[in-house]
C-alpha cells in the first residue's frame, strides 16, 4: 500500500494513543480477544478468523474451482444477500468489470430486473450466516418459486453461502441444492475475503486468487512494519471527531467507498461515538461539513490510499478494528441492528399483511409531503432548519437504484447547498450499513426519507404480504426506530 497526504505530517508517533495503537496492531496480530475490552472479548473471540483469510480463504479455491465449473453455462448471476454479503462482491464484480446482478432490496421494481429475465440461464447466489434475514429469505422464497414456475429444478438454479449447520445450510442441502460454508467466525463486515465474497465474484467470472495472493502480501508487509497502518488509524482518529469522506472515482475500484461506508460505520457507530463515512464524489462535495478526505487515487485528499482491491479489504478491516480500540468501543456488534427490524416486524403485524393508505400533509405535483412545510421548497428548507450545528444529513432512498439512480446527485447537492455532511443510502440496504451509526453513534443526524409508489409487486412465498408492502414496512419501522432515538 501506498500512503502519502499532507496529513501524514501532523503523526504524533511520540503521543500516548500512537503508542497504545501499536499494541493494538499486535494484539490484534495475535488474534487476542481482550484487545478491545472486557465487554468484548466474548464477540471477539468468535470474530477474529478474518485476520487469518487472506491465506485460510486458500483451502476454499478447489471447491469454488469446481461451483464455477458446474455453472459455467450460465449467463445471469444474481446475488441475494444484504450488507457484508453483497458490497465485497459488489466492488470486487465492478473492479474486474464482471456482470454481477445485486440484490440487496426489496423494492419490487428493482427485484423485477432479475426476476423477470430469463430464468434459464440465470444463477441466484443466496448468501447469508444463517438464511433469517427478512430480505435474502424473501428474495430466496421468490426465486424459488419462480423457478419452479417456469419448469426449472431450483437446485440446477441456486447455490448457497452460509454458516456450517446454519437453518439455511440444513435446508439448502435437504434440497439438493449446492452449498459452500463460510468461517463462521468471521462477522459479516469483515468477510470480504471468505466464500461471502470470493463465491459469487468467482462465478461472475473474477479470478479470486489474485485477491487473496495481493491480501497476503499487505498482511505481511505492515506486520512487518506496522507504521503506515498505524499512521492511518492515528489521523481517523485524532483530526476528525465524526466525518470520514472516501471518494473512489479514478481509483478503478467503483464502490470500495461503499464498502468501507458499511465497514467502519456499523463498527464504530455505537455508544454516542464513532466515524461515519460518507461515499463522496469527488473532492469538493467530500470535504464540506469539515470532514477528513479520504481518496484512492491522487487529487489532494488529506489522505491517499492506493493499493489493489485484495490489498485494501485486509487494510481497511484491520484499521477499523484498530480505530475500534481507540475509540473505546467492541468493533465486533451490532446493538441498534434490530431496531429496525423489530419495528418493521411490528408493523407488518398491525397491518396483517395490507398496506394501508397513506395521507399527506401536502401535495404538490406529483409529490407528497409527509412533513413539514406546505411546499417541496418550503419542506426542504423547514428540514435543513432542523440539522443541528455540526450535524449531518441521511437521505434514505426507498426505491430502483436502477431507474432511479439519479436520486444519488442529491448527496452532493444538498451538501453544498446547505453545509453540512450527506450521506446517501439506498434503502433497506443502507439498514446494514450506516443504519447502525444513524441509532448508535452521535445523535445529531437528521433523516429525509424518499419513498414511491411501486408499480410492480411480487408475493413472497411463506408470508401474508409482497414486496411492494414490506419495503414500506422496512422504511416506516426505521422512522420509527430513528424517531426513537437518543438526543
Given at each position: 500500500?501506498?500512503?502519502?497526504?499532507?496529513?501524514?505530517?501532523?503523526?504524533?508517533?511520540?503521543?500516548?494513543?500512537y503508542?497504545?495503537?501499536?499494541?493494538?496492531?499486535?494484539?490484534?496480530?495475535?488474534?487476542?480477544?481482550?484487545?478491545?475490552?472486557?465487554?468484548?472479548?466474548?464477540?471477539?473471540a468468535?470474530?477474529?478468523?478474518?485476520v487469518d483469510?487472506?491465506?485460510?480463504?486458500?483451502?476454499?479455491?478447489?471447491?469454488?474451482?469446481?461451483?464455477?465449473a458446474?455453472?459455467?453455462?450460465?449467463?445471469?448471476?444474481?446475488?441475494?444477500?444484504?450488507?457484508?454479503?453483497?458490497?465485497?462482491?459488489?466492488?470486487?464484480?465492478?473492479?474486474?468489470?464482471?456482470e454481477?446482478?445485486?440484490?440487496?432490496?426489496t423494492?419490487?421494481?428493482?427485484?423485477?430486473?432479475?426476476i423477470?429475465?430469463?430464468?434459464?440461464?440465470?444463477?441466484?447466489?443466496?448468501?447469508?450466516?444463517?438464511?433469517?434475514?427478512?430480505?435474502?429469505?424473501?428474495?430466496?422464497?421468490?426465486?424459488?418459486?419462480?423457478?419452479?414456475?417456469?419448469?426449472?429444478?431450483?437446485?440446477?438454479?441456486?447455490?448457497?453461502?452460509?454458516?456450517?449447520?446454519?437453518?439455511?445450510?440444513?435446508?439448502?442441502?435437504?434440497?439438493?441444492?449446492?452449498?459452500?460454508?463460510?468461517?463462521?467466525?468471521?462477522g459479516?463486515?469483515?468477510?470480504?475475503?471468505?466464500?461471502?465474497?470470493?463465491?459469487?465474484?468467482?462465478?461472475?467470472?473474477?479470478?479470486?486468487?489474485?485477491?487473496?495472493?495481493?491480501?497476503?502480501?499487505?498482511?505481511?508487509?505492515f506486520?512487518?512494519?506496522?507504521?503506515?497502518?498505524?499512521?492511518?488509524?492515528?489521523?481517523?482518529?485524532?483530526?476528525?471527531?465524526?466525518?470520514?469522506?472516501?471518494?473512489?472515482?479514478?481509483?478503478?475500484?467503483p464502490?470500495?467507498?461503499?464498502?468501507?461506508?458499511?465497514?467502519?460505520a456499523?463498527?464504530?457507530?455505537?455508544?454516542g461515538?464513532?466515524?461515519?463515512?460518507?461515499a463522496?464524489?469527488?473532492?469538493?462535495?467530500?470535504?464540506?461539513?469539515?470532514?477528513?478526505?479520504?481518496?484512492?487515487?491522487?487529487?489532494?485528499?488529506?489522505?491517499?490510499?492506493?493499493?489493489?482491491?485484495?490489498?485494501?479489504?485486509?487494510?481497511?478491516?484491520?484499521?477499523?478494528?484498530?480505530?475500534?480500540?481507540?475509540?473505546?468501543?467492541d468493533?465486533?456488534?451490532?446493538?441498534?441492528?434490530?431496531?429496525?427490524?423489530?419495528?418493521t416486524?411490528?408493523?407488518l403485524?398491525e397491518?396483517?399483511?395490507?398496506?394501508?393508505?397513506f395521507?399527506?400533509?401536502?401535495?404538490?405535483?406529483?409529490?407528497?409531503?409527509?412533513?413539514?412545510?406546505?411546499?417541496?421548497?418550503?419542506?426542504l428548507?423547514?428540514?435543513?432548519?432542523?440539522?443541528a450545528?455540526?450535524?449531518?444529513?441521511?437521505?434514505?432512498?426507498?426505491l430502483?437504484?436502477?431507474?432511479?439512480?439519479r436520486?444519488?446527485?442529491l448527496?452532493?447537492?444538498?451538501?453544498?447547498?446547505?453545509g453540512?455532511?450527506?450521506?446517501?443510502?439506498?434503502?433497506?440496504?443502507?439498514?446494514h450499513?450506516?443504519?447502525?451509526?444513524?441509532?448508535?453513534?452521535?445523535?445529531?443526524?437528521?433523516?429525509?426519507?424518499?419513498?414511491?409508489?411501486?408499480?410492480?409487486?411480487?408475493?413472497?412465498?411463506?408470508?401474508?404480504?409482497?414486496?411492494?408492502?414490506?419495503v414500506?414496512?422496512?422504511?416506516?419501522?426505521?422512522?420509527?426506530?430513528?424517531?426513537?432515538?437518543?438526543?
Amino acid at each position: 500500500m501506498k500512503i502519502s497526504g499532507e496529513s501524514l505530517s501532523r503523526v504524533d508517533r511520540n503521543s500516548s494513543l500512537y503508542k497504545r495503537l501499536v499494541g493494538v496492531h499486535q494484539q490484534i496480530a495475535q488474534k487476542d480477544p481482550t484487545t478491545w475490552g472486557p465487554e468484548a472479548a466474548t464477540e471477539a473471540a468468535v470474530r477474529l478468523n478474518w485476520v487469518d483469510l487472506p491465506e485460510s480463504s486458500r483451502t476454499l479455491l478447489p471447491e469454488i474451482d469446481a461451483l464455477t465449473a458446474k455453472f459455467r453455462h450460465i449467463k445471469t448471476i444474481v446475488l441475494a444477500g444484504m450488507g457484508g454479503s453483497s458490497l465485497a462482491p459488489e466492488v470486487i464484480a465492478k473492479s474486474y468489470g464482471r456482470e454481477l446482478f445485486i440484490l440487496d432490496s426489496t423494492d419490487p421494481n428493482y427485484l423485477a430486473h432479475a426476476i423477470n429475465g430469463d430464468l434459464a440461464s440465470t444463477l441466484v447466489v443466496v448468501s447469508s450466516k444463517s438464511g433469517s434475514t427478512i430480505e435474502t429469505s424473501s428474495a430466496r422464497a421468490a426465486f424459488a418459486a419462480a423457478f419452479t414456475n417456469a419448469g426449472l429444478e431450483v437446485a440446477d438454479h441456486m447455490v448457497v453461502v452460509t454458516d456450517p449447520d446454519s437453518p439455511l445450510d440444513r435446508d439448502a442441502r435437504a434440497q439438493g441444492i449446492s452449498v459452500i460454508n463460510a468461517d463462521p467466525h468471521v462477522g459479516g463486515r469483515f468477510s470480504a475475503l471468505s466464500a461471502f465474497g470470493l463465491v459469487p465474484s468467482a462465478l461472475a467470472g473474477v479470478d479470486v486468487s489474485l485477491l487473496l495472493d495481493a491480501a497476503s502480501d499487505c498482511k505481511k508487509n505492515f506486520l512487518a512494519d506496522g507504521a503506515a497502518i498505524i499512521d492511518v488509524a492515528w489521523l481517523l482518529t485524532t483530526q476528525t471527531e465524526q466525518y470520514l469522506a472516501f471518494i473512489d472515482s479514478h481509483s478503478g475500484m467503483p464502490g470500495l467507498s461503499d464498502w468501507i461506508e458499511q465497514l467502519v460505520a456499523e463498527s464504530t457507530g455505537k455508544s454516542g461515538v464513532g466515524r461515519l463515512p460518507i461515499a463522496a464524489e469527488d473532492l469538493e462535495g467530500a470535504a464540506i461539513g469539515g470532514a477528513f478526505t479520504i481518496s484512492f487515487s491522487e487529487m489532494g485528499a488529506d489522505l491517499t490510499v492506493q493499493g489493489e482491491l485484495g490489498e485494501h479489504f485486509i487494510f481497511w478491516e484491520w484499521l477499523t478494528a484498530l480505530l475500534g480500540a481507540a475509540l473505546q468501543i467492541d468493533p465486533f456488534n451490532q446493538p441498534n441492528v434490530t431496531e429496525a427490524k423489530n419495528a418493521t416486524s411490528t408493523l407488518l403485524t398491525e397491518w396483517g399483511g395490507q398496506l394501508p393508505t397513506f395521507t399527506p400533509e401536502r401535495t404538490e405535483k406529483a409529490v407528497e409531503i409527509f412533513g413539514d412545510g406546505n411546499s417541496v421548497m418550503n419542506a426542504l428548507q423547514s428540514f435543513v432548519a432542523s440539522v443541528a450545528d455540526g450535524g449531518y444529513i441521511s437521505i434514505h432512498a426507498y426505491l430502483d437504484r436502477l431507474d432511479d439512480v439519479r436520486l444519488e446527485e442529491l448527496r452532493k447537492i444538498l451538501s453544498l447547498k446547505t453545509g453540512h455532511p450527506v450521506t446517501f443510502g439506498w434503502g433497506p440496504r443502507f439498514l446494514h450499513s450506516t443504519g447502525q451509526f444513524h441509532k448508535g453513534g452521535q445523535q445529531n443526524g437528521a433523516f429525509l426519507q424518499i419513498t414511491g409508489e411501486a408499480s410492480s409487486d411480487f408475493v413472497i412465498p411463506g408470508n401474508n404480504f409482497g414486496f411492494k408492502t414490506l419495503v414500506m414496512a422496512q422504511a416506516l419501522g426505521d422512522n420509527r426506530a430513528l424517531a426513537q432515538r437518543r438526543f
